[in-house]
């Protein structure tokens, strides 16, 4: 019994990591490919996930003013975490989020409008972070639906400290995930490769 157990635990798995949700990439980046951070938005059962992650590595920081912006097609922002520069969790109720609807509003330098930010209550620069996450309420059937980019080109932008200056960045590059096959064709190719390994197994038992 322990063993057929096992099997099963192993089976489970295997299909599983076929499902595995994609995500999508975007990098923080400037002419001459200079990499500020990083953006990545991947499904959950709750709506979508997003983890934005700054380039610490190379001295750069995100702002809490207009520290994050994105053009989204669903709903509320919740779970909003910051951390800052030490590793240091920040209190998330010195933070809002701003929604706007009318045109032109949440304008962010060259890089357009965005109808959803990342602002502090204080509305000034001051701790430095590193990594932003928080959870997107709605309902997508992939993850390239959750963010369009605006009229100037853009889904996301960034407030960012370079060590000596502050500036906005945007999505230079989009890396859209690997092409995924068809769910049916999934399903078969997984169930038919995990039925092959466990009679494998039951075979060599005997």
């Not at 779970?79 to 520069?85: C, R």
């Not at 889904?155 to 859209?176: E, K």
């Amino acid at each position: 019994m322990k063993k057929i157990t096992t099997t099963f635990i192993l089976v489970l798995t295997f299909a599983t990591n076929c499902f595995a949700v994609p995500t999508y990439h975007y990098d923080l980046t400037q002419p001459g490919g200079i990499l500020y951070g990083t953006v990545d938005v991947s499904l959950n059962g709750s709506g979508a996930f997003f983890d934005i992650r700054s380039n610490m590595a190379d001295g750069h920081f995100f702002l809490n003013s207009s520290i994050f912006n994105f053009n989204q097609t669903g709903g509320f922002v919740n779970n909003l975490t910051l951390l800052n520069e030490d590793g240091i969790y920040l209190n998330p109720s010195l933070y809002r989020i701003d929604y706007f609807t009318r045109p032109n509003r949440g304008n962010v330098s060259e890089f357009g409008s965005f109808n959803t930010q990342v602002n502090n209550i204080r509305g000034q620069a001051g701790d430095r972070i590193r990594e932003i996450t928080f959870q997107l309420g709605g309902n997508w059937t992939d993850a390239a639906s959750v963010l369009f980019e605006n009229t100037a080109g853009y889904a996301v932008s960034a407030h960012v400290w370079d060590g000596s200056r502050t500036f906005f960045i945007g999505d230079g590059q989009y890396l859209p995930p690997p092409t995924v096959p068809e769910p049916g064709t999934v399903f078969l190719l997984c169930g038919g490769l995990a039925f092959g390994w466990l009679y494998r197994k039951r075979r060599a038992a005997a």
